[in-house]
């Protein structure tokens, strides 16, 4: 099996069993507060790392390159709301063009 | 005698009602959803996903933000359990937002299963009644039509995808820092999301010179753990 398809099949079924675990295991029961709160500050934690990986980093080199524009132009649409779509392909021209000046 | 009507009047005299009301409710979404899902597509098969693959990672992740983590870390050269574990960690909140929707739901085990299927957070907001309460046919109205244009949009982006054989000269992996600041925005005013964010960069940061750039992302999502809880 290719590496794509296992991901797909891994982070599929994954998925799935995390939407269900709610209705099946936790039916009618309230869950912790706690553990939803931890539950809940697990996406900005891997978004976080995902941004600063994506920027600043090569393989195990810590760089700054032209993605560093790309994430200005991010935090910018976001927070000006312009919509995704016209952020990212802003951000994708930008990186095209600085990386053949660079 | 009527022959044109509102789409929702519709909707109501075919029977539908509140599952047209969840259908209606999310449409001003679909354009922005659509947007993601071409994009998804592109940079799903720029990373080396066949289409058929990127197709059926829409129908069966369902989660915009997960299907990225994954095909940003498979792109940069991650291992398989590091891309679908950092997918699994994005994902993670559905337990506690499931948790939430399965006092609303009604019928036998596997409906439920197949009604928690749709709950994304658009669908999961649409579907909210208020105090603690969620229409379930809200949620089916509104994650039928979400899911259609998810995983639609993402077969038409893989057509674009497959065009592209320089990501790089493209400056496709660009787009991955902004695309995650605006998955990460609507979080960062909840509680303790802000003090998460920036302790997950800081510590993937700090991991990446020593293990595989998946792994510091996999590793950053315990930050979540250790955060300052804030106020």
Sequence with gaps: MSPGWAVVLLAGAGTMLLKAAGPLVLAGRASSPRLRNVLARLAPATFGALIAIDTFTSGHALTVDPRVAALALGVVGAWRRVPAVVVLASAVLTVAVLRRLW | ?231
């Design chain 2, 1 to 231: 005698m009527q022959v044109l009507c509102a789409a929702g009047r519709c909707w109501r005299r075919l029977g539908l009602g509140e599952v047209g009301d969840g259908a209606r409710a999310v449409l001003p979404l679909a354009a922005a959803v659509a947007g993601l899902g071409v994009v998804f597509g592109g940079l799903a098969t720029a990373a080396g996903l066949s289409p058929v693959a990127a197709a059926v990672m829409s129908a069966t992740t369902f989660a915009g933000s997960a299907q990225f983590a994954a095909v940003s870390i498979l792109g940069a050269g991650g291992s398989v359990l590091a891309a679908a574990g950092a997918a699994i960690l994005v994902n993670a909140r559905y337990v506690g937002m499931g948790a939430a929707v399965a006092g609303s739901m009604n019928g036998r085990g596997w409906r439920r299963v197949a009604m928690a299927q749709l709950v994304v957070d658009e669908s999961w907001a649409i579907a909210y009644l208020g105090e603690g309460r969620f229409s379930r046919r809200r949620l089916l109205g509104a994650g039928s039509v979400l899911y259609l244009v998810h995983v639609v949009s993402t077969t038409a982006g893989t057509v674009l995808g497959r065009g592209i054989r320089d990501p790089l000269a493209w400056g496709l992996d660009g787009a991955f820092a902004p695309l995650f600041v605006v998955l990460l925005w609507p979080h960062l005013s909840t509680r303790g999301g802000l003090g998460a964010a920036l302790s997950g960069a800081a510590i993937a940061l700090a991991l990446a010179p020593v293990v595989p750039p998946g792994l510091a992302v996999v590793g950053a999502g315990a930050a979540a753990l250790l955060a300052p809880t804030g106020r």
